[in-house]
């Protein structure tokens, strides 16, 4: 778990938005990172929150990925945004961007079961395996495999030979 987040925070960055609540998430926490001297431990979940919300709204991949990519700089030990912004681009089919982001999750909890599955995810939709990394989040998360498919991002097909050829 991220250091220095409390119960609190770790409940409004992970608990689910209604469509109505996303609007009012951006704006406040847009209000709130224009706070001078704003703490880490409050931006970086704002950061992460907002981008979240913008991914899910307005599908606003760019400034998602820009907001998960402060919150990674913020909480350099945190795997939530990288895990996001895994997410974000497995949506735009940019696996190798997607890969990277899950494998750095990774490297900062090499047992974080949306790590590990977004890793072997994207592993498998550029054909490269990916398998045995799904199969190690699963042993973690018995629900990771759900989360994935409801949110669409299954390799239902594979990517194109043009981005294969880029990722060897």
Same mark, same amino acid.
């Given at each position: ?5 409390? +119960? ?9 938005? =209604? ?5 009012? !998430? ?15 431990? !409050?931006?970086?979940?704002?950061? @992460?929150? #907002?981008?979240? /919300?913008?991914?899910?709204? =307005?599908?606003? *991949?760019?400034?998602?990925?820009? =907001? *998960? ?8 030990? $945190?795997?939530?945004? +990288?895990?996001?912004?895994?997410? !974000? ?12 982001? *899950?494998?750095?999750?990774? @490297?900062?909890?090499?047992? =974080? ?7 072997? +995810?994207?592993?498998?939709? %550029? ?5 045995? $990394? %799904?199969?190690? /989040? %699963? ?18 097909? #594979?990517?194109?030979?043009?981005? #294969?050829?880029?990722? #060897?």
């Amino acid at each position: 778990m991220a250091q220095g987040y409390s +119960l609190e925070q770790r409940k409004a960055c992970d608990g689910p938005l =209604d469509n109505g609540s996303r609007a009012k !998430v951006i704006a406040a926490c847009t209000t709130l990172l224009k706070t001078a001297k704003l703490p880490v431990i !409050v931006s970086g979940p704002a950061y @992460l929150a #907002r981008g979240n /919300a913008y991914a899910l709204q =307005d599908a606003d *991949f760019s400034k998602a990925l820009a =907001d *998960f990519n402060s919150s990674a700089t913020i909480l350099p030990r $945190d795997p939530k945004p +990288l895990n996001a912004a895994g997410i !974000v681009l497995l949506k735009q089919r940019k696996l190798l961007d997607a890969f990277g982001a *899950f494998d750095a999750a990774r @490297l900062i909890d090499g047992r =974080d079961p949306t790590a590990l599955y977004g890793r072997g +995810l994207s592993r498998l939709a %550029m054909g490269q395996g990916g398998q045995k $990394d %799904m199969d190690m /989040a %699963m042993d973690y998360d018995k629900t990771i495999a759900a989360f994935f498919k409801k949110n669409d991002l299954y390799p239902g097909n #594979r990517c194109s030979r043009v981005e #294969r050829s880029r990722a #060897r």
